[in-house]
């Protein structure tokens, strides 16, 4: 049972427009949701996060949204650039004592292209 | 500041022998987790832990795996008779304890590709 679901395995954008990647997740016990962005052969690095009291989060170019009734966060980057082509994961965890435990989605594959 | 570092980037084993893999958190940081990722796939969590202590090990496999974090020295993954299933990416992360505020981030190593022949 996949509790965070990435269902698009890949994006393609074209620089400059918005690229939204999108991540549902099941369970109710998550309040803290994490976005990681990853290059080939290097570690994810952290992006962007929200916890559940917020129902969005901005940085720069990077929006996310929560939607806590349908269990679904979007991650929005505006404008889109090339350097953003990356994998994207989603991560969910409880706030709890095991809070640092994250579960990830599958990821999604952005292409921006130039 | 160094960030989360693993070692070695790629170990190559063949069926039977061990594979271990390092790895030194961040400084400052007490909390560390094991990630592997196989081809095609997210990252699963495996285990986590803190100093001298496993706090949840529900992702590991019951057999061949232990991990454990020494009070000193980098934290270890044991992976006994390979297999070439294991083959996959192993990341390890670390992150502040709970007393530090924002310790749901966690910060990635580069991972230790292991290959099973």
């Known amino acids: 049972d996949q509790q965070v679901k990435q269902n698009s395995p890949s994006l393609s954008v074209q620089e400059g427009r918005i690229s939204i990647l999108n991540c549902d997740y099941t369970n109710s016990m998550f309040d803290y949701f994490l976005w990681y962005k990853k290059y080939p052969a290097e570690g994810p690095t952290f992006l962007i996060s929200?916890?559940?009291?917020?129902d969005k989060n901005e940085d720069g170019r990077f929006t996310v949204f929560l939607n806590k009734s349908a269990k679904h966060l979007s991650l929005h980057i505006v404008p889109s650039q090339p350097g953003d082509s990356a994998v994207y994961f989603c991560a969910a965890s409880p706030y709890n004592t095991n809070a640092g435990k994250s579960t990830f989605g599958d990821g999604t594959t952005l292409t921006v292209k130039p | 500041n160094a960030g989360v570092m693993q070692n070695p980037r790629h170990l190559v084993r063949r069926r039977g022998q061990e594979a271990r893999l390092r790895c030194s958190p961040m400084k400052g940081h007490s909390h560390v987790y094991w990630y592997r990722q196989l081809p095609e796939e997210g990252l699963k969590f495996m285990v986590y832990l803190q100093k001298e202590n496993i706090i949840d090990e529900s992702g590991m496999p019951k057999e061949r795996f232990s991990a454990e974090f020494p009070k000193e020295g980098p934290s270890i993954l044991r992976i006994q008779q390979v297999v070439r299933g294991d083959s996959a990416a192993y990341f390890c992360?670390?992150?502040?304890?709970?007393?530090?505020?924002?310790?749901?981030?966690?910060?990635f190593g580069p991972g230790t590709r292991l290959t099973v022949l």
């Open positions: 992360a670390s992150s502040p304890s709970p007393l530090a505020g924002n310790y749901n981030e966690q910060f």
């Open positions: 929200i916890s559940s009291i917020k």
